[in-house]
């Protein structure tokens, strides 16, 4: 319970951050156009209930987490504008509350005091902004992704004191504002042209959240330093952080709270950065039984991408449109215990052999971390925790070991069924809930912005191409996928040594200077180049 009065302070300060946007001026205006003192009261009543309840439901649980987050906004959008148009429009609300009886039921909630005029309203302005609320704060942060998956009492006990810091200055600042409204004469007018224009401005809030343009202002804030409290906030959690680790390296306490096991004595100093990507240990949850059907009978479409293994007994998919939700398909390929990991920030597809440097077979799992947006996984046999695109340990007790990797191709289901007609796909039948017809980071790829920025990004070339990447001799090499033209073979030479890239029917061999197949994997250019910098070798065909 340590973190409860640092909580009940960062929902105080949550209210100079930019993220508090969409929140502060519906509530403001709203408890502004009621007669009722109560109207103030009400909203934010309703407010921190629907903030708690969604908090649990979307963010803290997978009860909702195939509802893509954009529908929220939807709901919440077009909510906060009903509640705007009804002000623009007093006579239709009139006609509406009282066809529906809207009036009445919202009576009851307010304990049957005052005038009934604009409780519903209040009510609905309220709720409606829970499932739209985002917080900068890191506190807020700390909680969802360390304290609740630890004890979901202490953590829904942390989120209620958060909840109530922010409520008590929304309450203030509504009351404040209300006041002023009241000594205005003119503003007081229930029909007159202030509540009307305060409508207005609801409605084109609500426009604005519903259409997502609020995410964009918060971030272009955020962009240009405007973090308000958010600094301040941080200084305070870093004064109570754990303190430094055996190795001396600065592990962040999601990560040290989430995996107790690590033995952080044997760490690597990059580890400091690692970041949480919101859903806690294990809340991506990795397919550890995986099932298989007849690639015919695959029912999404032929453009799906998809890992291809090509065993001595048969060949198997693993389409992007299932790993973008799971991240780690832990299987078994012709007797070989491989893990087929995607992460879809970073781009990074590859295959790994589940042998760990002790001799023994582990699965692996998302761990929530994340460092450069590239996934952070953990194996659970000894909870080392490994870099996703590299298969290098970042910390634990395999420290300074590198996970073998598996060959594999990158095809789409439609290639794969023409060149393997008998190929096995994985199946949609995982055992969780997920929607696996719908891309939950749709327009990620095609945009130029990030999740979570890189520390630097290298401008040769754009920074969500795909490049295949491979060791060769020690040093990273990589090539522009696209670039690779089918038919075509490539030899150039690394550090001295001869390397040949060909491809057929969009698959690809690389073969080293002893004729040698170089396994291989793919990856994003922002993400290889600042994993490798100026170590990294770019091998571009388009200069043969």
Not at 308 to 322: C, D, M, Q
Request: aromatic share 10%.
């Amino acid at each position: 319970m340590e973190l409860l009065p640092i909580a009940f302070l960062a929902g105080v300060l949550t209210v100079l951050s930019p993220c508090v946007l969409p929140l502060l001026p519906v509530v403001l205006a709203g408890s502004a156009v009621e007669p009722s003192r109560r109207a103030s009261f009400l909203i934010i009543g309703s407010l921190a209930v629907s903030v708690v309840l969604f908090t649990l439901l979307i963010k803290a649980t997978t009860v909702l987490l195939a509802v893509p987050s954009g529908v929220w906004l939807a709901i919440s959008g077009v909510l906060v504008a009903f509640v705007g148009a009804t002000l623009t429009f007093p006579a239709g609300w009139e006609w509406l509350s009282g066809r529906l009886r809207f009036q009445s039921a919202a009576a009851s909630l307010a304990h049957r005091s005052g005038k009934q005029s604009g409780t519903a309203r209040s009510i609905l302005l309220g709720f409606s902004l829970g499932p739209v609320f985002t917080s900068c704060s890191p506190t807020y942060g700390l909680i969802l992704a360390v304290v609740l998956p630890a004890s979901l009492v202490v953590g829904v006990a942390d989120i209620i004191a958060y909840t109530l810091g922010l409520s008590v200055v929304m309450l203030l600042a509504a009351m404040g504002g209300r006041k002023i409204t009241r000594h205005l004469g003119w503003a007081a007018d229930p029909d007159g042209k202030f509540r009307r224009g305060l409508g207005v401005a609801l409605l084109i809030i609500g426009l604005l959240i519903a259409s997502g343009q609020v995410r964009k202002i918060e971030a272009w804030l955020i962009d240009r330093g405007l973090l308000g409290s958010v600094v301040l906030e941080q200084g305070i959690l870093d004064s109570i952080n754990e303190p430094t680790s055996e190795s001396g390296v600065d592990i962040p306490n999601f990560l040290r709270q989430s995996f107790p096991r690590t033995d952080w004595s044997r760490a690597d100093p990059a580890v400091a950065n690692a970041l949480s990507g919101g859903p806690s240990k294990d809340g991506i949850p990795a397919i550890d039984e995986p099932h298989f059907i007849p690639i015919s009978s695959f029912t999404h479409p032929d453009s799906v991408q998809a890992l291809v293994i090509e065993g001595r007994t048969g060949v198997k998919a693993y389409p992007y449109n299932i790993l973008i939700w799971h991240e780690i398909v832990n299987d078994t390929v012709d007797g070989t215990p491989v893990a087929v990991t995607f992460c879809p920030l970073c781009g990074s597809a590859v295959v790994f052999e589940r042998v760990l440097p002790d001799g023994g077979t582990t699965t692996f799992g998302v761990s929530g971390g994340l460092l450069e947006s590239n996934m952070i996984m953990f194996d659970r046999a000894s909870e080392t925790l490994w870099q996703q695109s590299t298969g290098q340990s970042l910390a634990g007790k395999h420290f300074g070991h590198q996970l073998p990797l598996h060959k594999f191709q990158l095809l789409t289901v439609g290639e794969t069924k023409a060149q393997f007609p008998d190929a096995l796909v994985l199946s949609d039948s995982t055992g969780y809930g997920r929607d696996y017809s719908r891309n939950p980071y749709a327009g990620y790829e095609e945009s130029e912005g990030f999740y979570f920025s890189p520390s630097v990004t290298d401008k040769r070339y754009p920074a969500k191409d795909i490049f295949v990447a491979f060791t060769l001799n020690g040093t990273p090499v990589a090539a522009p996928w696209l670039a690779l033209e089918n038919g075509r073979t490539y030899s150039h030479s690394v550090d001295g040594h001869s390397v040949t890239l060909s491809k057929a029917d969009n698959k690809l061999a690389v073969t080293g200077p002893d004729g040698s197949d170089i396994p291989f994997y793919f990856e994003m250019w922002f993400s290889w180049a600042v994993q490798h910098k100026d170590a990294g070798v770019v091998l571009d065909p388009r200069g043969q």
